[in-house]
């Protein structure tokens, strides 16, 4: 793979149309395609691996032409470059019409979720919700969308993967995993109170049932790290996003071996923040709850892995898209206190800071 430090209006064009993305620290990271799929990691490249949230089995990572690393500055401008050369057409996302998702059917799946946590059978479950278009996602509104990003803050991740008229885009709040120089760090995020509710909630920190929903993810997740070493984990504490609050815990384990990154991604997906408590009762089930159709990536690992770093972030507050359609996913904890309105309230916000992180609220 190529590697350079500037790219040329040729480059970001071939990014624009098969390409991924990875903003870490102050740079970013572009891998041009065309990707080559390899079950084996390569011992010096950056690889994709973005399986389905339902299914680990897929071995492929991603392997691109070119890899380059820019600031934030040389984003802005070679994606202003693009947007000047290339003409629009096709209308912008911008303008698309959004079928948001139905009301019945979250009813529906919150009173599956709380009858098996009534019965016993499991403590909390985390389903999702897709507002959808039937307009998909072309060159141009990835450039469009790059530029907004450019302004997130830095809590966020921004990441994206795009090839075959597919592909995510979208800056989440979330790892699954950081590896690098002998330490593994995650996060607990569970526990969420949208900006617009703060003055009349009480603090996320003395919210009962979502304090519930967080300890349910630290706790899963000090079981899991234990094989890897002995585990550190930090008090909760409120992180600040844009539009949310989310209650967060910095949990780390020094490994005394490196992990098998692909083999660590399916130890840990999916935590209770985006699955289900305990483990045990397994997350496949939540296939049958209604609106699920293309749910794919939303939720799922997003890892970067190179031969002795890897980053895994965990798929949300993203837009996906195929050929024909596009859709942006928003997931809640259930636990036995949730309430039905207070729940739909926070998947909106949730949609919604995902539009305004992408520049698509109209």
């Known amino acids: 793979m190529d590697r350079q430090n ?68 040389e984003l802005r401008r070679i994606c202003e470059v693009y947007l000047a050369q290339e003409p629009r057409t096709a209308e912008p996302l911008m303008t698309a019409r959004w079928e948001e998702p139905r009301l019945e059917d979250f009813a529906e799946a919150l009173s599956v979720i709380q009858s098996r946590i009534e019965k016993n059978e499991i403590q909390k479950a985390v389903p999702a919700v897709f507002a959808r278009t039937n307009q998909t996602v072309t060159a141009q509104d990835r450039a469009q969308m790059l530029l907004k990003l450019s302004q997130a803050p830095a809590t966020l991740f ?54 519930l929903e967080h300890r349910l993810v630290v706790e899963d997740l000090k079981e899991r790290l234990s094989a890897w070493g002995t585990v550190q984990a ?28 692909v083999e660590l991604v399916k130890a840990l997906h999916p935590t209770p923040a985006l699955g ?22 939303f939720g799922g690992p997003f890892a970067f892995i190179g031969a002795e770093e890897a980053l895994c972030l965990v798929g949300i507050r993203n837009l996906q898209w195929s050929q024909d359609s596009a859709m942006i996913g928003s997931g809640c904890g259930v636990v036995a206190a949730s309430e039905l309105d207070r729940e739909w309230r926070e998947l909106f916000q949730k949609r919604l800071s995902v539009k305004k992180i992408l520049g698509l609220e109209v």
Request: proline share 7%.
């Open 276 to 297: 289900v408590a305990p483990r045990s009762a397994g997350y496949t089930w939540m296939k049958a709850l209604p609106g699920q159709q293309g749910r794919r990536w």
């Open 158 to 211: 921004a990441y994206g993967f795009w090839k075959d008229g597919e592909g995510v885009l979208g800056a989440t709040p979330e790892t699954l995993f950081d590896f690098s120089k002998g330490v593994l760090k995650t996060m607990a995020l569970a526990g969420t109170c949208p900006k617009s509710e703060s003055t009349e909630r009480e603090s996320l920190l003395s919210d009962e049932k979502e304090m």
């Open 234 to 261: 930090s008090a909760p504490y409120i992180l600040e996003l844009p539009t949310l609050y989310h209650l967060k815990t910095d949990i780390s384990v020094v490994c005394q071996n490196q992990p098998n990154f």
């Open 6 to 73: 500037s790219i040329t209006l040729e480059g970001i064009t071939n990014f624009l149309q098969a390409g991924a993305l990875l903003r870490h620290g102050s740079q970013w990271i572009l891998i041009e395609g065309p990707f080559t799929a390899q079950p084996t990691p390569n011992s010096v490249e950056i690889s994709v691996f973005c399986p389905d949230f339902y299914d680990l089995t897929a071995p492929a990572r991603w392997f691109g032409k070119a890899r380059y690393t820019l600031s934030t500055e």
